[in-house]
Structures are given as C-alpha cells and as structure tokens.
C-alpha cells in the first residue's frame, strides 16, 4: 500500500504552527508497514486542495488528510473530498444529533455553522471523535482510501490509534511488529555508536530518534504471522538491553515521570520536592501522571535565598558554598524531606540563564537527593541552551537520577 499525507491549514505554510502530525503519522505509517512516498502542506483554498488531491489520488493507494474538518467558511477538507469524488455532501441526522447533544451537555448553544461537521457523502463511514467536535471521514471508492482527521494533534492521534488502525489492519495483514526503547542519560550519537554492531541489520531494523525528553531506539520487524515479528524484536530487544544497560529506562510511551511514579508505588514511598532554577516545572512535570501525584506530598519553589533559608537550608550552607552548589542542593533536599516528613527529598538548584550566576555558567545544575539510603547527587556541565532548554534538561537528569537512585543503580555504573 502507497500512501500519501496531506497537511491542510494557511497557518501551516505561514510558519505559524509546525506540522508534528505529519512527523507522527509517518513514523506510525512505518510501523504498520505501509509505505509513504509523499508528504504536502496546502492553503485553505478549495481549488488548491482539490488540485493536490487529484495528484495524490493517481499516484497513492492511502491519503491521510488532517485539518480542515472545522466549522468555519475556511475549514474545506470535507468540500475538496466531495468535489473530487462528484459526490453530494449530506447532512446526517445521526451525527447531527450527537453533535448537538455534546455542545447542550456543556450548556453552551451550538452555532448553526457547525451542522455542516455533521455531513457525510455517500462513500465516507464516519470516524468518531469523542474529544472534539468534529468527526473524521473514512472514505473507500475505487481502491482507493482517504482518512480525513482534525488537525488538532489530541484529537487526530486518538482517532488514528482508536478509529483508523484497526480499519487499516486488513490492509497491512497484522506482519509488522515495533517496540521503542526509551533511553535516558546518554546523547544521540552516543546510542548510535554503541548500537553500530546492530544498525545494519535488515530484519529487524533498529533507528534512534532525538526526542525532547530522550533518546528513543525503534526496533521494527516483519514476518509471516504478528507473533513471529514480536519474537523477532524481543531477541533483539534483549540485546539492545545489553549494550545499554541501565540508560534504557521504558518502552513505548513510557516517561521519565511515569517511570519514577511507578517504582515510588512499589515501593510505597513518598516524594517532596525543593527547587530553585526550574520555578516549580519539575513538581509539575512529575505530577502529570497519576501513579507520581500519589506518592508525591509536595514541592516548594524556593527562587530566593530568603526562601530558601526560610525553608530550613542553613545561612551558614549559602554564605560559605554559595547558593548555585552541590552543598545547597543537599540543604535543601534535606530540608524539604524533614518539613513534609517524606521518604525521598529532591532538591535543586542552577543557573537558568542567560546570565551567569555567582560567576557561574547557565545551564549549570545541581542536584541531591536525600532518602534512606543516604544522599545522591548529580550535576550539570553548564551552558547548554536558552533558558527553556536548561530547565528541560534539568527536569530530566533529576527525574533520571532519581530513577537510577530507586532501581539500585550506584553512581558511576
């Protein structure tokens, strides 16, 4: 199966928005084992649109479209759909029913504009969007499939995992199998180069993709039954596993956070948090999954030194070592674990940036960890980034260095 992805949206070619649903749906389409040969971004124009609909339809068996499926007069998926096929948009009563009891459940009036999100022609199958309101189009004429989705991402990935997968199962005969080893605490090109004795195998393969919050190793196989692919991954899996260690630290959707949340409820421990160069994101990020918010008592954002000493981390600690040092962050993770009477204290403390701070660099971080076991600690090399970057990256190497501390992982191994 050929397959072409369809991009609609003025914002898009204006450089207003960037196009990660077509980078989602491609990495995707590859693990299901259909071939993508073409990707285009179009205008909100109808004859446009219909254009590069006429182009992808002789040269591609599959078209993903997303975008376009709004209510508003520039929102044309539906209408390029209609005119390049010469069939008559409908409105179905079904749909606008629904339509209409999901705007009245919120108590909010639905504009009459929206009914046309409600219509179908006769060769599309609706794929429902329980997040949203607009519905996407499964449409089948002449061997040929096109999927149109919202272009909003939440809504489009839920309808393509839950609505337009499984229709595509007979398509891809179910021969492909993908696993994604997550892997933090080392860069790119230092897994590609441990990895270098498997990159050059056929079946299964093996790429690495730079994410925001890791390194991601994608083994993808194919063979006869699903079962046979998984087996086939597995055996590699395993040795990836080898080579990697303990840098591997989930699958799949996996995160740092989740991971942590995990082990913290084995372990039915608790977490508390004091930190200073990430302005409250780490007590944010470690509570965007459930299993962390369970376990996690609480966090203080201590930017001032007045708070910081407020909170129980010495006078004497920050006039002698500074407040941007191992030392403080120490204080601090024991303070933070005396105050709210948890299992673990994490405290940290940096330089943001751009500036440099007590005549050190930005990016510079400082981590500790005090539980049990005694106190663990881990830091930064300096500048790395805009300020954002800096505070991401101190995110992960505490989260990590935390993952690392409750697995057993010593430091230096």
Known sequence: MRAEILSCGTE??????????????AQSLSALGIDLYFV??????????VETLKRAWERSDLIIMTGGLGPTEDDLARESISALLGEKMQVDPTLENELRNHFSS??????????KQATLIPSARVLPNPVGTAPGWWVEKDNHIIVAMPGVPR???????????????????????????????????????????????NNPTIATYAKSDAIDVRITAKADTSAEAEKQVSEMEVQVRQILGHHVFGTNKETLQSVVGS????????????????????????????????????????????????????HDTIERYGAVSEETARAMAHAIREYFGAVFGVGITGV?????????????IHIAIEGPEGVVTGMG???????????????????????????????GE
């Open 40 to 49: 285009s971004q179009v205008g909100d124009n109808q004859k446009r649109i």
């Open 106 to 115: 919120r108590q909010v009036r639905m504009p009459e504009r929206n009914v």
């Open 12 to 25: 898009l070619l204006l450089g207003h928005i960037t196009d990660t649903n077509a980078t989602y749906l």
């Open 263 to 314: 082990l913290l409820q084995a372990r039915n421990q608790s977490l508390a948090v004091m930190e200073s160069l990430t302005g409250g994101l780490l007590s944010s990020t470690i509570t965007d999954v459930p299993s962390s918010s369970k376990h996690f008592i609480g966090g203080v954002v201590a930017y001032s030194i007045k708070v910081k000493e407020q909170m129980g981390v010495p």
């Open 155 to 201: 809504e489009m990935y839920r309808m393509w995992e839950q609505e337009a997968i499984p229709r595509l199962k007979p398509y891809t005969g179910g021969l492909i199998f993908t696993r994604i080893l997550r892997v933090s605490g080392l860069g790119e090109s230092a897994v590609e180069e441990q990895l270098d004795s498997l990159l050059h195998s």
């Open 352 to 364: 943001a940036g751009p500036d440099k701070q007590e005549g050190k660099a930005a990016g510079t």
């Open 381 to 411: 090399p300096g500048w790395r980034g805009g300020r954002a970057d800096n505070k991401r990256f101190a995110i992960l190497s505490t989260l990590n260095l935390l993952r690392l501390h409750l697995e057993g992982v010593k430091k």
